[in-house]
């Protein structure tokens, strides 16, 4: 059986054959979202979205019972479950009141109305003692003695609204414990008998879609289904990590690595930048300032710029968390920090980008060049870096590119994409510049001195956001990371006619978040929100090995440290993950792998089997991750990722 979302139909098929012995059109408008089969006769109960009740013959088509339940309310059906007995109707609706009737009574009045949710009722749940569970988006589940109405507890730990939940049974055959999911990406362990959090069960990375529990041969097991595309198996009462460093004071929105290597810099939404010893993973030091964006200090002084909401930069001496020197740069929060072509500092904060002359000695004053012409916000800066001659490209939230004089500041061309710009790369020859756009469009734009602006070649590469770029070292080819579709990372021949050697590289099935070179370029680095961080050999277009990071990966940065050798941090919303890669040359083949060094080992990591790629000269195998996660207990075998 099936009601429908879109229409006031109800749908009935025999499962034998799939033939659809019911159609059946109600009165009225409103759609059907629940419907329910009385066992005890042919008699199914729809619920509609206005929370009229129909009971319907299947032999006779026919509606034998109707209760007008929306006199006097407006208010829509979100959530229903029939009792045990068949004979109630328990409907949670959008005003958070959750409405009892009685089937095939008399009064077209509920039996109780029970009050104390102050969002819509997402999900209830019936138990063996005829009390009900009611799960909110006011992130709050709630149990109720449904003989009288009575509230019995409130269960609140979950930051998010419930999506889902489900019975967990025990030895003694009851169902007093459940297990909920909910918008905050957690799942939790509850005994409705006392009202008391058992567990959190902690490790997706995006709100959870369903949750259900078997009894198999190895014991009782949770299984959740999450929007991250993952399904997740869980012991439901063994106790999780609670040690995790991360930015409990919201998500991360950006991070840099020391040049060095020694040190990770990341900043959260809600006004703290922490910085994090990369050997061990433990936070040092609490910088109580938001960073808006982050800048590595260029050589190997151990010093970070951050860009606040304010329109501040700040300089952060990494050993110690003392600031060195701060100055009000835009009127605006910053939005970009990056280096020029001297080792300039450029920033945009507002509809302006400046250039400034900074060392570590002193603070500035005054910008030697300002870049005024947007009418909206710069979202993002790219920056020429030759002898001479070199150009600024600045884009803003409506779609305008502006390329600029890097000296003087004067606009040399101005382009209307009319869409936003997401994401800008330039060349490595300094010839070409590309955008990504937030329709899915790519274009590659000439830079040189008679032709600036006049556009190469265009393409759209998907319904949604192009979110990173990165031209390869020959210059030939542009790497495009993309939010949405099956092929999420596209190589494209941007100077061919037709396709040429475009081509898409196969393995990401979420948002490519961030795409850098390694190894001068011979290998490409790609994190994405399908958890994983993949390592690419760019000529063949082959995986060449995969790390889980266990989380979606927000932000993610890369550092050579030594020759061939690599510190990968990336910001989870679970924890910050580092990866020391080596790139090993042995008996003339290569290979990567992951250092230990003083790590902490993530236990039951799914990484990929070797894959062997084969180039002119070596053969490229993968390695098993041995990652660090900071302040993080060995990875609990509760939870395996499928």
Not at 41 to 51: E, K, L, P, Y
Not at 246 to 259: L, M, Q, V
Not at 551 to 571: N, R, T, Y
Request: glycine share 8%; hydrophobic share 35%; with cysteine.
């Amino acid at each position: 059986m099936a009601g429908s979302m879109n229409c006031n139909r109800l749908y009935v098929w025999n499962i034998t054959d799939g033939s659809n012995i019911l159609q059946l059109q109600l009165p009225g408008t409103s759609s059907i979202p629940h419907v329910f089969l009385r066992n005890a006769s042919s008699h199914v109960v729809a619920v509609r979205a206005d929370a009229n009740i129909h009971i319907i013959d299947l032999e006779t088509k026919r509606t034998i019972w109707e209760c007008p339940a929306t006199k006097g309310n407006s208010d829509l059906v979100t959530s229903s479950i029939l009792t045990s007995d068949e004979q109630e109707i328990i409907a949670g609706c959008s005003d958070g009141v959750i409405r009892v009737w009685q089937l095939e009574h008399d009064s077209e009045q509920p039996r109780l109305l029970l009050r104390g949710h102050k969002k819509s009722v997402t999900k209830l749940l019936i138990n063996s003692k005829y009390q009900l569970i009611s799960g909110s988006l006011d992130a709050t589940l709630r149990v109720w003695e449904l003989s009288n109405g009575s509230a019995l507890f409130t269960l609140s730990g979950h930051d998010g609204a419930i999506t889902c939940m489900t019975f967990i049974p025990n030895c003694d055959d009851n169902d007093e414990m459940i297990v909920s999911g909910s918008k905050d990406d957690k799942l939790k362990v509850w005994n409705t008998a006392t009202g008391t959090l058992m567990n959190t069960l902690e490790g997706h990375s995006s709100w959870i879609s369903d949750v259900t529990v078997v009894d198999g041969t190895h014991g009782m097991r949770v299984i959740s289904a999450c929007n991250d595309k993952t399904v997740k198996i869980w012991l439901p009462t063994q106790v999780m990590p609670s040690s995790l460093s991360r930015h409990d004071e919201g998500p991360p929105r950006c991070i840099a690595i020391a040049t060095s290597g020694r040190y990770v810099t990341t900043s959260a939404l809600r006004g703290v930048t922490k910085v994090w010893n990369a050997n061990d993973g433990k936070c040092l030091h609490d910088i109580k300032i938001e960073s808006k964006c982050l800048l590595t200090w260029p050589g190997k002084d151990d010093h970070i710029l951050g860009g606040d909401s304010k329109g501040q930069i700040h300089c952060w001496n990494l050993l110690n968390g003392e600031e060195v020197w701060s100055y009000i740069a835009h009127t605006n929060p910053i939005t970009h920090l990056c280096w020029g072509a001297s080792m300039e500092l450029i920033s945009a904060g507002g509809s302006e980008a400046k250039l400034w002359n900074v060392s570590l000695s002193e603070s500035v004053t005054s910008p030697q060049v300002v870049f005024v012409g947007h009418d909206d916000d710069i979202t993002t800066v790219a920056v020429t870096k030759k002898e001479e001659s070199n150009l600024v490209v600045t884009a803003c939230k409506k779609g305008v590119l502006k390329i600029w004089s890097y000296d003087s500041g004067e606009c040399c061309r101005t382009l209307s994409l009319n869409t936003k710009i997401e994401c800008l790369a330039i060349s490595r020859n300094n010839r070409y510049l590309a955008t990504g756009s937030k329709d899915g469009t790519v274009a590659v734009w000439c830079l040189e001195a008679q032709r600036i602006g006049q556009q190469i070649s265009t393409s759209h590469l998907s319904d949604d956001t192009v979110v990173c770029l990165v031209f390869t070292m020959d210059d030939k080819h542009l790497i495009c990371g993309l939010f949405r579709g099956k092929k999420q990372l596209y190589m494209w021949d941007f100077q061919a006619q037709g396709e040429g050697s475009s081509r898409y590289l196969e393995g990401h099935h979420h948002a490519v978040q961030v795409a850098k070179l390694l190894s001068n370029g011979e290998y490409l680095l790609t994190s994405s929100r399908d958890c994983t961080l993949k390592i690419w050999h760019v000529a063949s277009g082959k995986l060449v090995t995969s790390f889980d990071c266990q989380s979606q990966i927000k932000f993610c940065d890369v550092v050579e440290i030594g020759e061939h050798h690599w510190l990968v941090a990336a910001a989870t919303k679970m924890a910050m993950v580092f990866l020391d890669a080596t790139l090993t040359n042995q008996a003339g083949h290569k290979s990567f792998a992951s250092g230990n060094g003083n790590t902490i080992k993530m236990e039951d990591v799914s990484a990929s089997e070797p894959k062997h790629v084969t180039d002119k000269n070596a053969t490229v195998t993968s390695a098993k991750e041995t990652g660090r996660i900071g302040q993080r207990a060995p990875r609990s075998k509760a939870c395996k990722l499928f």
